[in-house]
Every structure is written in structure tokens, then in C-alpha cells.
Nanobody, 122 residues
């Protein structure tokens, strides 16, 4: 099993930066994809960014390209989401997730953290 714990959320102003962390524990998967998703009230959960646990594959949603950057520290079993130039529309609960066998769809993510709230005021 895999446990994921997000941290780093908070209340910030538009234009500010924030870095989210996702600490992982338990079983690791060499082929895993680590992903960040977000969900605003009344909205569907949407993909934000993903990174392969091994190798160099990266992908960011168009809505955050140029502002958000996903990264990882395998030694610390942690994945990060650096969020710059935050906008009010970025306000959401941000979730870390793991697709243990890779994959590109939401259904490939079998493990999820509890989420961390990011609120951006203007």
C-alpha cells in the first residue's frame, strides 16, 4: 500500500508563490507516475501535473504551464508542486496521487492523499 500526505497549502494573494509537498510512504513502484490534481468547490477534479518516479517524463496542464512546476526528490520520497504567479482561479484543494503502473488517465491513479487547501485572494 501507498500513503500520501500533502502539505504546504495556505492562503495567499494573487501573484504569490507556494510550494506543495507530497510525502510518500509504503510500497514504491518503479514505473509509477506521480500526479497533482485539484478540485474547486462545485467543480470536477482536474489534472494539474505529473512526473515519472524514475526517468525524466513531465507533463503540465495547459492551465498551469509556465506557472507551475512539478518535481521530485526520490531520496526523500517526495514530490513537489512549485506554484508561481498564483491566480484566484487556482483556488482549490490540491491532491497528490500515484499511478502505480503508469498511465495517462485519472483512473490510473490508485492512491490519493487527503488534499491540501490552496486559497488565492485578489
Amino acid at each position: 500500500q501507498v500513503q500520501l500526505v500533502e502539505s504546504g497549502g495556505g492562503l495567499v494573494q494573487a501573484g504569490d508563490s507556494l510550494r506543495l509537498s507530497c510525502a510518500t510512504s509504503g510500497r514504491t513502484f518503479s514505473s509509477a507516475i506521480m500526479g497533482w490534481f485539484r478540485q474547486a468547490p462545485g467543480k470536477e477534479r482536474e489534472f494539474v501535473a505529473a512526473i515519472s518516479w524514475l526517468g525524466s517524463w513531465l507533463y503540465h496542464a495547459n492551465s498551469v504551464k509556465g506557472r507551475f512546476t512539478i518535481s521530485r526528490d526520490n531520496a526523500k520520497n517526495t514530490v513537489y508542486l512549485q506554484m508561481n504567479s498564483l491566480k484566484p482561479e487556482d483556488t482549490a484543494v490540491y491532491y497528490c496521487a500515484v499511478a502505480p503502473y503508469g498511465g495517462l488517465t485519472k483512473n490510473d491513479y490508485y492512491y490519493w492523499g487527503q488534499g491540501t487547501q490552496v486559497t488565492v485572494s485578489s
